[in-house]
């Protein structure tokens, strides 16, 4: 259990909570049913062996926190997620009501030591060991097999490093969904051209030779296609969606709009994954409270990238 001030609630609580759940217990000394409350919310936070850290506000001494979150009687306890108050209860609580609404809302054990592992991996990643990454996202994945951004990033590594069975394996139940979720849609455009090409009569073409056969005619839709998803399949991904964009331009129709999604697929292979909640871009904490000057907040390149290339495919169908 820690104490809570304003001082310290950017770290303790908002920053903290992006790792693991925080439960803020909104207390006052005057309140007997705050005196009550307390043991037995210390109680559950060892029982739960770190699944969730309990932090303790004195409303009192911390109007403005209290403030901030709308408390108007106590106790007031408020879970925080990523950063992000998610539920909440008022008043005196039994064990049970406490320990229900815990498990309501805190992750289970499988899908921390999940998360723990997508971590390790992500940290692998960044190292340069692949493999080992690898190992770790299919660890998360077997402890989880409902996290979408544990099977896509699982995915995604096995194609990059040509595992393209068991790529298909694992993507299978999500192109079984209706409708398809577009990342999965757009890991299964590349896969699949991955194999179209490995299959196919331009599997030992040139870049020049295609160029050739282009330049004789612009309209051989068929090898443009080819082309690009040769590009794709390699991940020359702005040349691939070139490519699609000449077909596009000349026959938004044509073989059912499949260079226009795969083109779509391409922009979603190349944007960005969304960061964590954080308070850094706006200067406030979750409960609204000024904390930090304002920072300049600068556009990644490959999310500019996409952004030019998604003008260029509207203007293109519009």
Same mark, same amino acid.
């Given at each position: 259990?820690?104490?809570?001030?304003?001082?310290?609630?950017?770290?303790?609580?908002?920053?903290?909570?992006?790792?693991?759940?925080?439960?803020?217990?909104?207390?006052?000394?005057?309140?007997?049913?705050c005196?009550?409350?307390?043991p037995?919310?210390?109680q559950?936070?060892?029982?739960?062996?770190?699944?969730?850290t309990?932090?303790?506000?004195?409303?009192?001494?911390?109007?403005?926190?209290?403030?901030?979150?709308?408390?108007?009687s106590?106790?007031?306890?408020?879970?925080?997620?990523?950063?992000?108050?998610?539920?909440?209860?008022t008043?005196?609580?039994?064990a049970?009501?406490?320990?229900?609404?815990l498990?309501?809302?805190?992750?289970?054990?499988?899908?921390?030591?999940?998360? /723990?592992?997508?971590?390790?991996? $992500?940290?692998?990643?960044? /190292?340069?060991?692949?493999?080992?990454?690898?190992?770790?996202?299919?660890?998360?994945?077997?402890?989880?097999?409902? $996290?979408?951004?544990?099977?896509?990033?699982?995915?995604?590594?096995?194609?990059?490093?040509?595992?393209h069975?068991?790529?298909?394996?694992?993507?299978?139940?999500?192109l079984?969904?209706?409708?398809?979720?577009?990342?999965?849609?757009?890991l299964?455009?590349?896969?699949d051209?991955?194999?179209?090409?490995?299959a196919?009569?331009?599997?030992?073409?040139?870049?020049?030779?295609?160029?050739?056969?282009?330049?004789? $005619?612009?309209?051989?839709?068929?090898?443009?296609f080819?082309?690009a998803?040769?590009?794709m399949?390699?991940?020359e991904?702005?040349?691939?969606?070139?490519?699609?964009?000449?077909i596009?331009?000349?026959?938004k129709?044509?073989?059912?709009?499949?260079?226009?999604?795969?083109?779509?697929?391409?922009?979603?292979?190349?944007?960005p994954?969304?960061?964590?909640?954080?308070?850094?871009?706006?200067?406030?904490?979750?409960?609204?409270?000024?904390?930090?000057?304002?920072?300049?907040?600068?556009?990644?390149?490959?999310?500019?990238?996409v /952004?030019?290339?998604?003008?260029?495919l509207?203007?293109?169908? $519009?």
């Amino acid at each position: 259990m820690i104490d809570v001030t304003l001082k310290n609630f950017e770290t303790e609580v908002i920053a903290a909570s992006m790792a693991a759940p925080i439960l803020i217990d909104f207390w006052s000394p005057r309140s007997a049913a705050c005196t009550s409350l307390v043991p037995l919310l210390e109680q559950l936070e060892a029982a739960y062996s770190g699944r969730f850290t309990l932090a303790r506000v004195n409303a009192d001494e911390e109007p403005q926190l209290a403030q901030a979150f709308g408390i108007r009687s106590v106790p007031t306890c408020i879970l925080m997620l990523e950063g992000k108050p998610v539920d909440g209860f008022t008043g005196a609580q039994t064990a049970g009501q406490v320990k229900a609404f815990l498990d309501k809302n805190l992750p289970g054990v499988d899908e921390q030591m999940a998360e /723990s592992d997508a971590d390790a991996a $992500n940290a692998l990643l960044q /190292s340069g060991d692949t493999e080992a990454a690898l190992a770790k996202l299919a660890d998360a994945l077997a402890r989880d097999p409902g $996290n979408d951004d544990t099977r896509y990033d699982y995915i995604r590594l096995l194609i990059e490093l040509g595992g393209h069975e068991e790529a298909e394996a694992a993507l299978a139940p999500k192109l079984a969904e209706v409708p398809r979720k577009l990342r999965f849609e757009a890991l299964w455009q590349w896969l699949d051209a991955i194999k179209f090409i490995a299959a196919s009569a331009y599997a030992d073409w040139s870049m020049a030779r295609f160029d050739a056969q282009l330049a004789s $005619n612009k309209r051989d839709f068929e090898t443009r296609f080819a082309k690009a998803r040769l590009l794709m399949a390699t991940g020359e991904w702005t040349a691939a969606m070139d490519e699609l964009l000449e077909i596009v331009m000349r026959d938004k129709k044509w073989a059912d709009e499949a260079p226009r999604k795969a083109f779509v697929a391409i922009l979603e292979l190349l944007t960005p994954p969304k960061p964590k909640a954080t308070t850094q871009a706006t200067g406030k904490t979750a409960g609204g409270i000024e904390v930090l000057g304002k920072t300049a907040i600068q556009e990644d390149p490959q999310a500019a990238l996409v /952004s030019s290339y998604r003008r260029k495919l509207s203007m293109m169908l $519009n």
